[in-house]
């Protein structure tokens, strides 16, 4: 088979494509290319796995390899989160690490994600030079020296989560909170965090299902439906989710509404700005609203776009650019923090916005689109078939003047096709780099209009 890496890591289904050969395959490209770096000799490399089947068998054989290569290999001691790997590759001055997760993909995929030496993960170059060696298929060369260790990397993250919440403004405001861990790896972390400031909170799915409860380990509003139960019925503060390695977010207000990531990730951008008086820019994918631009713009600061994959945002955070960068898929990480995504991180600072601005997230939102109006967005995912896959290239090179009556006044192939239109509304499509699918993202000023664009981006690519 062809191994690829997308935008987080490459990805397959166990006993399919995901076995120990392949596992082996790529486990070896990874040593042979970091021994291409300077420094490398006894150098440092940590190996970790979320909560899916077979996750410490393969991280198991991964370190062992590993260490054969002559790498010191840390080794995490049960399920971890993505970001807690991300700053232990600092803190411990890593070359890099290999995580063996599928974030929020079915309970069927497993993936190993490869971080470089900044935290972040692989750029395109260095997962396409991966991805060469996979193909050539040489063992790395053994050498003497490598060893494992245990190694459990959660005080020194809850430590440095320290100097980037204000946790004591959470434990003076008080509040009620629920957290649904999804079966997933920010159990013992995001509960433990606020149930150690003397704050109630209660904690659902809080146990190991390699099968995920039947679903995908993804905080989307459908699959929080038990979070919003809580939240509702308990008069709670607010419902705190994360997905499957901790690093996507999902968040239910006190009324039971659902802050899709576009809107939290615009408000946070906003609050940190008021709160930290810090001037510099904000980040956003490609596919993210154009809110938190009209946020940069009410604070005079610079906006950056990128292409979808963290990656791109965590340069701009590596470099210090930006106050905040968020992607639609609930990825944010903040200034001073590691180029990766956080989900317990922004659960966090979710609710330190609460408890500051002594209002609920919707209360804020309200303020917010008074001074910058308000934008409705979403996405929807088209299968990709043999069909549409043949005509999907030629689709995405056309240049039409308009679409479904709607003059078009731009386009922007930074990743996918981005349609802008005369009324500031626009349209996305691009091959989903996780899945099997084409992704059609949307936004307008109200629902009603957003409906109408996501059903014209799917006609438009299906050719109806």
Request: charged content about 25%; aromatic content about 8%.
């Amino acid at each position: 088979m062809d191994i690829r890496f997308g935008t987080s890591g490459w990805r397959a289904v166990i006993a399919d494509e995901f076995t120990f050969e392949n596992v082996r395959k790529v486990v070896n490209a990874i040593c042979s290319y970091l021994k291409t770096q300077e420094g490398h000799e006894g150098g440092t490399v940590i190996v970790g796995h979320d909560s899916r089947f077979m996750g410490e068998k393969f991280s198991e054989f991964a370190a062992e390899l590993m260490a054969r290569s002559g790498f010191h290999v840390l080794f995490c001691t049960g399920p971890t989160p993505t970001p807690t790997i991300s700053h232990a590759i600092r803190s411990r001055s890593a070359l890099g690490a290999l995580n063996f997760t599928a974030s929020h993909n079915p309970p069927e995929y497993q993936g190993i994600k490869f971080s470089t030496a900044n935290g972040a993960p692989a750029l395109p170059e260095i997962t396409r030079a991966i991805e060469e060696l996979v193909r050539s298929d040489a063992e790395a060369v053994a050498e003497a020296g490598g060893s494992v260790e245990a190694f459990n990397p959660k005080e020194a993250y809850f430590a440095d989560l320290m100097t980037k919440v204000r946790f004591e403004a959470l434990r003076t405001a008080g509040g009620r909170y629920a957290y649904d861990a999804l079966w997933g790896t920010g159990r013992g972390y995001l509960n433990t965090l606020i149930a150690d400031l003397g704050l109630e909170i209660e904690t659902i799915n809080d146990h190991r299902d390699v099968l995920f409860g039947g679903r995908s380990p993804e905080p989307s509003e459908e699959k929080l439906f038990e979070l919003r139960e809580r939240v509702t019925s308990k008069g709670l503060t607010l419902g705190l989710s994360t997905d499957g390695d901790a690093d996507r977010f999902g968040v239910i207000d006190a009324d039971g509404t659902f802050i899709t990531a576009n809107k939290l990730i615009a408000l946070l951008a906003d609050f940190l700005i008021e709160s930290r008086g810090w001037k510099l820019g904000l980040a956003r994918s490609v596919a993210t609203s154009h809110l938190i631009d009209r946020v940069a713009e009410l604070h005079g600061v610079e906006l950056h776009e990128t292409p979808v994959g963290f990656k791109f945002i965590g340069e701009l955070i590596n470099e210090n650019a930006i106050v905040l960068g968020g992607e639609e898929s609930a990825g944010l990480s903040i200034r001073g923090h590691y180029p990766e995504k956080d989900g317990i991180l922004a659960c966090l600072l979710a609710a330190e916005a609460v408890a500051e601005r002594k209002a609920s997230l919707g209360e804020q939102l309200e303020e917010l689109y008074r001074k910058t109006g308000k934008l409705e967005s979403e996405r929807i995912g088209v299968k990709l078939d043999e069909e549409i896959a043949a005509k999907l290239k030629t689709k995405l090179a056309e240049d039409p003047k308009e679409i479904a009556g709607r003059r078009i006044r731009g386009v922007n192939r930074l990743d996918g096709v981005k349609f802008l239109f005369e009324d500031g509304s626009w349209i996305l499509m691009r091959p989903s780099g996780t899945e099997p699918m084409v992704r059609i993202y949307a936004e307008s000023e109200s629902r009603e209009e957003l409906n109408e664009l996501l059903e014209a981006g799917e006609s438009y690519l299906l050719g109806h």
